[in-house]
């Protein structure tokens, strides 16, 4: 029954001595069905490439793992001792840190943001030189203490580094100071920047990496960091040392990986792509309304074509498959071609990148695209579905013991 009513479906949609308005109204039908199924293949995969550009942005500015007090800011880098830290398996290279708020002075502008002292291998850890934009990573130049600056710091101080003037830095002195003495409220060290990095507004607006034997010394904190950063091995996965880590630091220090460290981002994240997915789901099925039409104008056309059928022996199941099928095909037809043609774009995009962001940016000059398996997936029973229930409803409706008794009975 099932190839008996695939049979006469196609022969509806697809036999030469068939053609009339019917037809074209299916033809549009299907196009119709094509530019939504299209255009949820290329957003999604637009959406998918600046997820992964982000991603690629935070792991050149958060490490793999960052370890953290569970209370207060500070901890002694002695309870954490780094020969502790790189027995745990998966363990590569780590770095200490520490962040505090401070004021920045650079001839007559000030600009509060915040300050990163870091120590030597902080940077195999986390690939600062990747983000560089201006002169380079470089923290200390023999008994100079240098700064690697953010660019929105950089502009709102008007830092060059091809100028030589150095940049204040001042923190509020801990322990008693004089009154009468209004700068005594502060300390202040100066250093040359280096550098200047791009990531983000909200990275490079703020940040200001400096050596941490400097961070430690004007916040008149020896031997203290704020928190832990963990290079993972290759082959290692970030969560199974995670859990190694936990045991050996014990509950007084928090660990995340960097996933956690941006959870309500990626969160986010998720939460505008499932929109993205609904707009066009929206979409599809008001466009998928042509569909119901075609259907009901193709029924009413054979409407003697299946009493014959009916007189013949056929039953209305038979009946509402053959029309059920013939929406089916419309709706597979539109679809198939919507994908090729939202993969053949997507795909040209991503290698070519031929459509061009506006403007100039350090990042890229053209629309990030990524197209995954997954998301062809969801495409695909999204549109099964939807062209199941949409024929189903409309054949039932139409078609009724009534619709299609022979008309000899009916007298």
């Not at 004021?103 to 940077?123: A, C, H, N, P, T």
């Not at 229930?389 to 619709?403: D, H």
Request: charged share 20%; proline share 4%.
């Amino acid at each position: 029954m099932h190839r008996l009513s695939l049979f006469f479906a196609r022969r509806y949609l697809f036999s030469r001595k068939s053609h009339s308005v019917i037809n074209i109204v299916s033809g549009v039908s299907a196009f119709a069905i094509s530019i939504p199924v299209a255009a949820m293949v290329i957003l999604l995969s637009v959406f998918n490439g600046f997820e992964n550009l982000i991603q690629h942005l935070y792991s050149t500015f958060d490490p793999d793992v960052i370890i953290t007090p569970v209370q207060g800011k500070t901890f002694a880098a002695d309870s954490l001792p780094a020969s502790r830290l790189r027995a745990v398996e998966g363990v590569d290279q780590i770095a200490y840190a520490l962040e505090e708020n401070a004021l920045f002075e650079y001839r007559d502008r000030q600009y509060i943001g915040l300050m990163k002292g870091v120590d030597s291998l902080y940077g195999e850890v986390v690939p600062m030189d990747s983000i560089v934009t201006q002169g380079q990573y470089r923290l200390r130049f023999g008994d100079f203490q240098e700064a690697l600056i953010g660019q929105g710091v950089a502009y709102a101080l008007g830092i060059r580094t091809s100028l030589n003037d150095p940049v204040t830095l001042y923190v509020p002195r801990r322990g008693s100071f004089s009154p009468l003495l209004p700068m005594s409220i502060y300390r202040r060290e100066s250093v040359y920047p280096s550098g200047i990095f791009t990531l983000d507004a909200e990275a490079d607006g703020q940040y200001v990496f400096v050596s941490l034997e400097l961070a430690q010394r004007v916040l008149d904190l020896p031997g203290q960091v704020s928190s832990v950063a963990i290079k993972v091995r290759p082959n290692a996965s970030p969560e199974a040392v995670q859990t190694a880590l936990k045991a050996a630091v014990g509950p007084t220090f928090d660990v995340r990986t960097r996933y956690q460290q941006n959870a309500s981002f990626y969160r986010i994240m998720m939460y505008e792509k499932w929109g993205i997915y609904f707009i066009i789901l929206l979409v599809l099925v008001i466009a998928s309304f042509s569909l119901i039409g075609s259907l009901v104008m193709l029924i009413i056309e054979k409407r003697k074509d299946t009493r014959t059928l009916v007189t013949m022996g056929a039953s209305l199941g038979l009946v509402r498959r053959i029309f059920r099928n013939e929406g089916l095909l419309i709706y597979g037809l539109g679809s198939i071609v919507g994908l090729l043609l939202g993969l053949i774009f997507a795909l040209l995009q991503q290698h070519f990148g031929w459509i061009r962001m506006g403007g100039s940016t350090f990042l890229v000059d053209a629309y990030p695209v990524e197209v995954r398996l997954s998301d062809l997936g969801w495409i695909v029973i999204t549109v099964g579905v939807l062209s199941w229930l949409i024929a189903t409803l409309t054949v039932r409706a139409m078609i009724t013991p009534e619709t299609i008794r022979p008309e000899s009975h009916e007298d």
